[in-house]
């Protein structure tokens, strides 16, 4: 897999996140990680770098959850990032310390990379302002996860390895990534919609991403795609995306009661006024949240159910009890 880290070349006065993500689900329990590795540049100030960590059990109601921010930041050769001391991650590998947790896990994937944007040209444009990649859409996991009074061991768990950086977040997004399903253990769904703000509305949904059917990878979403439908909450969330060759995907995931993670997202150009002038910071007007600022949710032990329709063929339907991720970004 080839990933090419973007914060060791960004200039002194631009703005950029970055981010180098993981989530592992176990194929028997509804438990699973996902962990976080990113990079939160202001313009004119230097980098620092955060690991994340959220560890769901179904059974046990809300996630063990915990971030650490670091100065010392690199990019290592032969890896991606390097966060702290001891904690990295590269090709195979992603070892860290975060808080009282710590992790050592190796991974492995047959699959090549997705790059959900088709067009080129839109990882080199100035818009999007979020690009996103996954450098193993589907992926194998083993090693340890340390916690408190806690030790997961992943033997074969299943997941995926995903890069995303920009200059800005979206103003709403979804992220939904499934794996383990009972008909079709092989088969894998990652896709990404966002709603950006243009002129001060929100856009339409937007939607790229890939099922995998028999081994079989087709595109979903795009730029021109209609009759995309999509009803979310933090619970729950039913999609309906068209892809190529006449592909009809309807998702609908649900996150069990109270099990989902939930965190704060910051773009790297939002500051805060009242630092500097002791004005109230801007804030949206659809959420109150400060401008330039993001409530998530996440859970990585969801359930998904999708029916796959292809242009003459008969639809089929997949299911997975808890090996779907969903995340909700608002601001």
């Avoid at 710590?102 to 690009?131: G, I, M």
């Avoid at 996954?134 to 916690?147: K, Q, R, V």
């Avoid at 033997?155 to 383990?180: P, Y």
Wanted: net charge neutral; with cysteine; glycine share 10%.
């Amino acid at each position: 897999m080839t990933v090419t880290p973007q914060f060791p070349h960004a200039s002194l006065d631009s703005g950029i996140y970055e981010s180098f993500f993981l989530r592992a689900v176990s194929p028997d329990e509804p438990v699973g990680a996902w962990i976080r590795y990113t990079v939160h540049k202001p313009p004119k100030e230097p980098a620092q770098g955060s690991l994340w960590l959220s560890v769901f059990d179904a059974r046990a109601g809300a996630p063990f959850t915990e971030k650490h921010t670091s100065v010392e930041l690199a990019a290592p050769a032969g890896g991606w990032i390097e966060i702290g001391e001891g904690s990295r991650f590269g090709p195979g590998v992603a070892e860290g310390v975060c808080g009282p947790a710590r992790w050592s896990l190796r991974f492995s994937s047959d699959e090549q990379e997705l790059r959900h944007f088709k067009q080129a040209l839109l990882y080199r444009a100035p818009l999007p302002r979020t690009k996103l990649t996954s450098p193993a859409p589907a992926a194998s996991f083993d090693g340890t996860i340390e916690l408190p009074g806690r030790t997961l061991r992943l033997n074969g768990w299943r997941g995926m390895v995903g890069h995303n950086w920009g200059s800005e977040h979206a103003a709403r997004w979804i992220w939904l990534h499934g794996v383990g399903f009972q008909e079709d253990p092989t088969a894998w769904l990652d896709v990404a919609l966002g709603r950006v703000l243009v002129a001060g509305r929100l856009s339409p949904w937007l939607a790229n991403g890939a099922i995998s059917l028999n081994g079989r990878r087709l595109h979903l979403g795009g730029l021109a795609t209609r009759g995309l439908r999509v009803a979310e909450s933090a619970e729950r969330c039913s999609l309906s995306i068209p892809g190529e060759d006449g592909l009809t995907l309807q998702a609908h995931v649900d996150t069990p009661p109270g099990s989902a993670a939930r965190w704060r997202y910051t773009d790297p150009r939002a500051h805060n006024p009242s630092q500097q002038t002791g004005a109230s910071p801007s804030r949206s007007a659809a959420s109150g949240l400060p401008a330039g600022e993001h409530d998530v949710v996440n859970c990585s032990v969801a359930a998904l159910a999708l029916n796959v329709r292809l242009r003459g063929e008969a639809a089929r339907t997949l299911h997975t009890a808890h090996g779907a991720a969903y995340e909700l970004g608002v601001s």
